[in-house]
């Protein structure tokens, strides 16, 4: 029996717009759902420059970056629905899922070969990082804010405090400034900015904008809205010292402590899960462990740069066209990227050997003058400094992958 | 003859359900809130207690109403379509000599009339309970314990008590009672001034200042804080049971459930906070490392801490020496106090309603009240689109195609739930309709990421349904609202006070 689709893409980001174009493009009968009311997702609501510097070699906003993709989408004229949710997903065979859609048209059941799962990330919120205090109005996740401000035109606040100095906290701390807020503190709970340098520079230096390492947010105190947060120093593990506590008064607290990959559906069908990324363990197609079903942007790995992101669906959609093609991915000799010293995360998990495979890796901390090393293969690469918030990304070499007999460490090591 | 029921907590919604049964009373319902059940009655364990923990000498009431509350709500969770469950509860005896405070509480089950209770051993104890410490050595086992989702029954009461002709007035703050030659003739509001006879206090943690404006003096309430953490749905090992311990002289320890909507749930503290903390739901680091640090004694295993999604802290309304007061008195004539009504008052509403009509209105001041006719005990849940058999779903999207926009992934739920929360609370009289409403009928922001994704566009709906700016859409009323206007709007004041300046 024929499936009603090739391939089904879920989100409609830059990951699943860019996967859907692919996968139309190698002739695939593609659909994508998106749950928002239209085609996007996070860029849409990013104003600021600093996308598609890769891809298509020019500094544009994130609106203008995917405004690109989805005029190509259009044009191509790809099946789609807005307004649509996953419900289920029954991985039937190898060679046919059946899922169940919710549109405001009515209930769908559609069958497909493979599914791209491109749903993104959602962003951890105050109870999952251990803020105690009132439960008040004046809270928000940075991308809330950012919803608020650049898609609805409505302000948060007035005095914000930012949790998190990741380049989301940088850049709402920019964007909050722009607007006449007074932003008090960036209060960051490791010992370095979780950020870019260049947004450190132009985020916060040039708005006179102070940051606190190695500083908690730990309370937040007021009645009916936000009226201070309470600020400890860390100590080495990261735990607040007793009698560091001070005050900041303000009304907003914003939330920038980081995304974790969105995958309720595949959770509930058993997709493995690697506790370092928290998205599906995946191999050299982005396969996780159910046959046909891809993974790709921040539902596998949170990225720092939308290209990495739309070069992983890109991938994804390759890899579903190999699958419709050979009815299946052929069953290989996986090695394992096993992490070494100083590295905290990897994707994918197992390469094979048949072909060059782009690896992803965040270290654990920061340094300088270093080599990442695959001793098993030989391969070193010298990098002038490594940061947990930009992200290692190497090329293996099918030839290279081929030394290895059943496991690839990857290890950064100082160089001398 | 005209009632006022000052508060919307659990006890007044109660008292409102049994007096819209009779004729012949306009019965007002009045709540300071923007929504009911925002008090007490919202931040608690839950639990349908059995009644083995009072003792009747001591407590006579306490003991008497619990046994009878939980009987009355199989009953009124049925006719309301209140989400209940019935799973039964261990207090367990962690260590040997610890079966001795089991064994005292199994003689105060027998004379409260508990049925079915016992004490059962280590190896029963894991059958009935796989999931409880493997060294605790027995349990007290009382079946008969049950769980519900205390906001949607006030919220189910209420609903039930508008549609039988009761009047709610949300945003209307009791501040004087008038009362003329020893009888109420009424109370004063921030809304004027209300005609009433009989006026019941239900005022939760207030109850002690709506007793001072009708003379009767001489207790004060003090909130006693428990703080809880909440796991996501998906995180375990589960509890089938309610689980807690052996109350020891130092702590009455903490309980380990999973709630009716199907989350693991810890807590509570019990730390007694000055008269003047009456709002002070905060959170704290000791009270939740408190928790965590007994929760963990009475269980295999707790989730880890990455799995929590929510803590939040509820506060207990204590009268002096734990006594409720229910009462009614001779001078003045027709003010009945229902206060101090700490755990277990949930249980225990039902039965507290009826008592309060039966013993003191009927009984002590002597009112004559027949039934209605007509009356309708039945009250519609709210749909839960996410829980539909799938020809039903099919059915809802092509009646409201809202239905088949889902706007909180986490929790599945649709834009046609939030519309229809959104006109139930306009049918009961909600004339600010706020985002903790919503969240409470629909469990949307319940779920994994809290509202990160879905709160802006739930806040949308409510804006495009009640006609107002999204800034000014509130979480729970005046001063907490959710923006603070267009955003340019800092940027136009800094602009124009420089032109004043100038
Ligand atoms: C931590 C904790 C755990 C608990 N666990 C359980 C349990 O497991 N089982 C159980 O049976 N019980 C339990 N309880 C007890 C139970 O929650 C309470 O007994 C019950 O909710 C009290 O309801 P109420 O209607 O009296 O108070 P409330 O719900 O507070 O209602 C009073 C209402 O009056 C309003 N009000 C106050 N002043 C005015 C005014 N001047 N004008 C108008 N309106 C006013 C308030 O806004 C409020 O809405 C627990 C309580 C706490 C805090």
Redesign the pocket.
Known sequence: MQNDYDVIVIGGGPAGLAAAIKAKEYGLKVLLLENRDVLGGIPLQCVHPGFGLHYFKEDLTGTEFIYRFIEKFKELGIEYYTGSHVMKIIPVSDIEKRLEVITPQGLLELTTTTIIYATGARERHIFEIGITGHRVAGIYTAGEAQTMMDIDGIMPGREIVIVGSGDVGLIMARRFALEGANVKAVIEIMPYPGGLTRNIVQCLQDFNIPLYLSHAVTRIEGKERVERVIVSKVDENLTPIPGTEREIECDTVVIAAGLVPYLKVLEKIGVMIDPATKGPVVNEYLETNIPGIFVAGNALVINDLVDYVVEQGEWAAESAYLYVKNQGIPSKKWRKIAKGRNIRLVVPHYVSGDRDVMIYARVQKPEENVKIRFPEIEKEVKLPVVRPAEMVRIKLRREEIKKAKDKITMEVVPND | MKVVI???????ASIARVLSQYEGLEVHL????PDV?????K???????PGHEDDPNKYPLRAKLCVRGNRLWHQWAKELEIPVKWPGELMVAIEEEDLKTAEHYLELAQKNGVPGARIIYREELSKIEPNVNPDAAGALWAPTAGQIAPWEAVIALVENAVENGVRLHTE???RGIRIEKGEVKGVETNNGFIEAEIVIN?????ADE?SKMAGVDGFSIHPRR?EYYVFDEDAGPKVTRIVHQTPTPITKGVYVITTVEGNLMIG?TAQDLPEEAKEDTSTTKEGLDFVWEWAQKLVRKLPPKSKVIKTFS????EPPDGRWIIEAYDDPWGFVNVAG????????APAIAVYVVNELLNGRLDIKLTKKAKWNPYRKSMPRFATLPKEKRQQFIKTNPAYGNVVCMCKEVTEGEIVEAINRMKRIGIKTITLDGVKFRTLSMFGTCQGSYCRIRIARIVARETGIPLWKVSLKGKGTEYGIGDVKVLLRNSKEEKKNAE
């Open positions: 000052v508060g919307a907590g659990i006890i007044g009045l709540e300071k809130c059940g925002m008090g007490v009655s931040a608690n364990t839950a639990i349908i207690h209307t703050e009791v239900a005022a939760g943690l207030y709506i428990g509570p509820g506060l207990r309304p009504i700490r755990s277990p008052g949930l249980t225990s």
